[in-house]
């Protein structure tokens, strides 16, 4: 994450927590960074589009689901023209809120993606191997073949097929030795 989008996520971290709004600032955080997809960003930054009709199509979408001051900050964004960095200061924004409430950020690969109801899954069942709350984004690797791998900080979790062949593979060899 470059420092830009860091310094921006930390201020609205310090925001939120200054007004006592982490958890509901979070979510709606989390359904910017769904909704707004690659291209619609196009639109945001188009040159040709003046920063007031942006303004007004963000507040005309998100003014039922986000708070007065949430709409603000990512007003803001369009009048700095730091809305390119959107993603990634949400990013951060995400990650300092995490950090404040003791919950561990990881990936749990998969050959194909994972629903929601199993990535909590498996976030419980991290969470009582490590002994923290986790929180896991789902990246897809197809050389998995089948199973997941998880990854929290410097812990692994391989249950894929991959790693499973590359075991076998190991034991035979050693074992022809």
């Keep these: ?3 830009l989008a860091e310094r ?8 939120a927590k ?13 359904i ?7 291209e619609m960003n196009k639109f945001f930054v188009a040159e040709q589009i003046t920063k007031e009709e942006k303004k007004e199509v963000l507040i005309q979408a998100f003014k039922n689901v986000l708070s007065p001051r949430m709409l603000d900050f990512v007003c803001l964004l369009i009048d700095h023209h730091r809305f ?15 950090q404040s409430k003791n ?4 990936f749990v690969y998969s050959a194909r993606p994972l629903t929601e109801n199993q990535i909590h899954e ?8 490590i002994n923290f709350k986790c929180e896991l984004i789902n990246r ?10 998880v990854v929290i900080d410097n812990e692994v979790v391989d249950t894929s097929m991959k790693n499973k062949i590359m075991n076998m593979k190991r034991e035979l060899l050693q074992g022809a030795r």
């Design 1 to 3: 994450m470059d420092q």
């Design 8 to 15: 921006y996520g930390i201020a609205l971290f310090e925001l």
């Design 18 to 30: 200054e007004e006592n709004q982490i958890d509901e600032w979070q979510k709606q955080g989390k």
């Design 32 to 38: 910017i960074q769904t909704v707004l997809t690659p």
């Design 84 to 98: 390119t960095h959107i993603q990634s200061i949400l990013m951060g924004f995400n990650s300092a809120c995490n």
């Design 103 to 106: 919950i561990k950020e990881g």
């Design 122 to 129: 498996i976030e419980d069942a991290m969470a009582k191997k």
């Design 140 to 149: 897809i690797d197809a050389r998995l073949l089948s199973g997941f791998r």
